[in-house]
């Protein structure tokens, strides 16, 4: 595709909801990285895929955040039983190859907890 | 946690003017990127650069980089309104090995018609 695309791009949920944000990577894009963005804020890490090998976790913010790449290909992350304080924007980003180049970002997942 | 910090806070200035924005990081690195981001928008990339390099041009964008002072400078020519973003340095993870960026809060500009 012409660039990475995600879904829904908004999200309302009541307290304790479980949802579930999709990214669809360009094709041919080997790593796919998971930010979460709070208002007023820069980017936060959560998560990065090489592939379909989930490499580095570090970022989520607890067990309620879960991310998948089954094929390698389009990823999704689930939050579970969600909080107000997961209320954010969820970006989604992917990188043709190795390390150190240019990161290519989805237009976002603007979640809402209520 | 976030390394980068971005300076000023907020910019306004009227069109044709020039906008500088500052970037100041804390580790080593091996690329520094900019990153511009419309209201409700995800990120779009505007220019980066490797740290063995000291200035980069992209239309009317121009990026320098000290990595002796840690810090980052993007200048815009002759702004526009269309140019009325916030802008985010985002520098690597140099001591991961997975390319995961951390940005700085951003700059606000405003470019007055």
């Known amino acids: 595709g012409a660039g990475v695309s995600q879904s829904p791009r908004y999200k309302v949920a009541k307290r304790g909801q479980d949802v579930a944000l999709r990214c669809d990577p360009i094709s041919g894009h080997v790593s796919l990285f998971w930010y979460q963005q709070a208002l007023g804020q820069g980017p936060e890490f959560l998560t990065y895929f090489q592939n379909e090998a989930q490499l580095d976790k570090s970022g989520l913010p607890s067990d309620r955040f879960f991310a998948e790449r089954p094929e390698g290909s389009v990823s999704t992350l689930k939050i579970q039983r969600t909080q107000q304080e997961d209320s954010a924007v969820y970006l989604c980003a992917t990188q043709k190859g190795g390390v150190w180049e240019t990161q290519y970002f989805g237009p976002g997942t603007r979640l809402l907890v209520l | 946690s976030q390394q980068g910090e971005e300076d000023p806070q907020a910019l306004s200035i009227q069109e044709g003017e020039n906008a500088t924005m500052n970037c100041s990081y804390k580790t080593s690195i091996n690329n520094l990127q900019w990153y511009r981001q419309n209201s409700g928008r995800g990120l779009v990339h505007l220019i980066l650069i490797r740290s063995n390099e000291r200035e980069k041009h992209s239309g009317r964008l121009r990026v320098t980089l000290d990595t002796s002072k840690k810090s980052s400078s993007l200048l815009i020519t002759a702004s526009r309104a269309a140019d009325t973003a916030s802008y985010f340095c985002?520098?690597?993870?140099?001591?991961?090995?997975?390319?995961?960026?951390?940005f700085g809060k951003g700059t606000k500009l405003s470019v007055k018609p």
């Open positions: 985002a520098t690597d993870d140099y001591g991961g090995s997975q390319g995961n960026l951390i």
